[in-house]
């Protein structure tokens, strides 16, 4: 069941005050109906690959191998100041009474990396089921502070321009992102 669209209260919330932009924990506000879920956002563990997975197969994000557990999990050891994956896990609280449904799970992902100048924005999706209630947001604004720890002033992320990236589209500018017309994004793939 996707969660009622409403704004995000928990994504500014908490800022990070260590090398990790990870400390978001509140709730998944919606102001006419009060909290309809809790989350934290945080660094990945290898648990969370399913979910990971599931979240960006929900946002039809294109994957490849270089996002197999084992590519990731080799990223986050040998580029410890350059790359993070980051997750939103929620639990959907009932409406009425706010009582917790289910079970806390991974509702979506993001991966940013830094090459020194800027930053790069990856496969930031979350699942269907929980879109909606500012999930989306946090792991952007999340992006951001990551970036910013790191010495980043710039970031990037390039997104398909098709009608599937419309609410991203609108995230992206409500949180200060502007497309660059001035450059193509140019592409090679080199033969295994
Ligand atoms: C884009 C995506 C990550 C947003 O996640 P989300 O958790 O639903 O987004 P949030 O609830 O945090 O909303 C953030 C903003 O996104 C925009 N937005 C979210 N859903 C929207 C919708 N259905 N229609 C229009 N705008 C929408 C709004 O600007 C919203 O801000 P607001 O609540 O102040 O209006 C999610 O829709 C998704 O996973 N989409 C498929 C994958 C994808 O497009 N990834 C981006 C690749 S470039």
Redesign the pocket.
């Known amino acids: 069941m996707p969660?009622t669209?409403?704004?995000?209260a928990a994504?500014s919330k908490t800022a990070a005050r260590s090398s990790d932009a990870h400390q978001h924990d509140g709730h998944?506000c919606d102001h006419d109906h009060g909290p309809v879920c809790e989350m934290s956002i945080r660094r990945f563990k290898k648990e969370d690959f399913k979910g990971l997975q599931a979240?960006?197969k929900?946002?039809?994000?294109a994957t490849d191998d270089t996002d197999s557990l084992r590519a990731i999990e080799k990223n986050l050891k040998e580029r410890v100041n350059s790359y993070r994956v980051f997750v939103?896990e929620a639990q959907m609280l009932d409406a009425k009474s706010q009582r917790k449904q289910g079970e806390s799970r991974v509702?979506?992902g993001?991966i940013v990396t830094f090459d020194g100048h800027r930053s790069f924005?990856y496969?930031?999706?979350?699942?269907?089921d929980?879109?909606?209630?500012?999930?989306?947001?946090?792991?952007?604004k999340t992006c951001e502070q990551q970036a910013k720890l790191w010495g980043a002033r710039h970031l990037r992320?390039?997104?398909?321009v098709d009608d599937?990236?419309?609410?991203?589209?609108?995230?992206?500018?409500?949180?200060g992102w502007a497309v660059d017309k001035t450059i193509w994004i140019y592409r090679k793939t080199l033969p295994k």
């Open positions: 969660a669209k409403s704004r995000n994504a998944c979240a960006w929900s946002g039809d994000i939103a509702a979506g993001v924005v496969h930031l999706a979350v699942h269907v929980f879109r909606g209630v500012g999930l989306g947001a946090a792991l952007l992320l390039s997104a398909r599937s990236r419309a609410p991203a589209r609108a995230m992206y500018g409500e949180n």
